[in-house]
């Protein structure tokens, strides 16, 4: 099993800036593709960002390239998703999640291919 938790959620401005984190606990923390989606009101759920298992590949969606980064620290257990430029479309709950498997982008994307989620952190983005 492994646990992970999200944090640095909040309220932002247009334009602006946050960092949210995602802590994991249990089994071993670089054994695991990670991989950050969002779920914004009334839309399901979609990919983000993913990260290597030693950071060293890294894949985000078109729609945040640019402005998005993800990273990780596999001494601290934790994984990142740098957001700046932030826009009102931003705004959604964002999940950190683990695979254990391949960092490919035609599975990576899936939710389906995630093996373990964490209980979301609300971003909102104001205009």
């Known amino acids: 099993q492994v646990q992970l938790v999200e944090s640095g959620g909040g309220l932002a401005q247009a334009g602006g800036s946050l960092r949210l984190s995602c802590a994991a606990s249990?089994?071993?923390?670089?054994?695991?593709?990670m991989g950050w989606f969002r779920q914004a009101p009334g839309k399901e759920r979609e990919f983000v960002a993913a990260?290597?298992?030693?950071?060293?590949?890294?894949y985000v969606t078109d729609s945040v390239k640019g402005r998005f980064t993800i990273s990780r620290d596999n001494f601290r257990n934790t994984v990142y998703l740098g957001m700046n430029s932030l826009k009102p479309e931003d705004t959604a709950v964002y999940y950190c999640a683990a695979r254990n498997g391949l960092f490919e982008r035609a599975t990576m994307t899936l939710e389906s291919e995630y093996d373990y989620w964490g209980q979301g952190t609300q971003v909102t983005v104001s205009s």
């Open positions: 249990g089994r071993t923390f670089s054994n695991y593709v």
């Open positions: 990260i290597s298992w030693n950071g060293g590949r890294t």
